[in-house]
């Protein structure tokens, strides 16, 4: 009941010339869906798979880094060659609002479903829970689990987030790690050195640093989560990395 997750964008905040903001294409017994749909992201996408063949699109907050390209994938379900159908769009309520308001066609392409923490939903025949993060905007962070088979994606969030609720015992945890020890506390987001202690609080069997400020040293945020949990198992994702869960 293994699936595989491709990490589509990776830079936190903004996009650089060489990572995308933040997205994951996520492959479950034949079905595409993607988390998150950062600047750089789309181009990012159609490497991959066809758009046509996505089953739909899960967005985890507002923010513009996770976002943006939504409008990407509006216009050629809009104007491209795509059947007369629409895609679920999960996303929190406050972030579909947003999305109307910006341009109300895309009721004609997406079924827009609102998500809370008390949401369940379905990628294929794996589930897809949710928690409440610690973050300005009404955020969630989420749990899939096919089978034995577990990810959790922290999307943006600080330490007092509902963590431990998606990502305990989990194969695989994406956990953002937007700042370094030596940087000022930033509201709403971690430090590499934080994830990396959750991640070993949560028994995890792998940790996934993503959404890396751009213009931090990358090796010195793993150095960080790798001092913070010594023994744990910790990447740093980047654009293209394929992940095989379970
Ligand atoms: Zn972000
Ligand atoms: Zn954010």
Known sequence: MSFTVTVLGCSGVYQTRDLAASGF????????????????TWRNLLSQIDYRDLDGVLLSHRHPDHTI??????????????????IPLWAPQETIDRLVAFDDGVTGS????????????????????????????VTFGLRIEHGDAT???????????????????????L??????????????????????RIAARCG?????????????DRELSLEEARRAAPGLSVELATDGMKLEVG
Request: aromatic share 10%; net charge negative; hydrophobic share 40%.
């Open 25 to 40: 294409l996520v492959e479950i017994g034949g079905g595409h869906w993607v988390v998150d749909m950062g600047g750089g």
């Open 175 to 196: 956990c953002e790690a937007t700042a370094q020890d030596a940087d000022e506390p930033w509201w709403g987001h971690l430090c590499a050195s934080d994830a990396a």
């Open 204 to 216: 995890v069997d792998r940790l996934v640093l993503t959404h890396l400020r751009p213009e931090s």
């Open 69 to 86: 390209d939504i409008w990407q994938l509006f216009h050629a379900r809009h104007y491209g060659d795509v059947p007369e159908s629409k």
């Open 110 to 137: 997406f079924a827009l479903m609102p998500v809370d923490e008390t949401s369940e939903v379905k990628f294929g025949d794996a589930r897809v829970t949710f928690a409440r993060m610690q973050h300005p905007p």
């Open 151 to 173: 990810l959790a994606y922290t999307a943006d969030t600080g330490p007092e987030g509902d963590i431990e609720a998606i990502a305990t015992g989990v194969n695989v945890f």
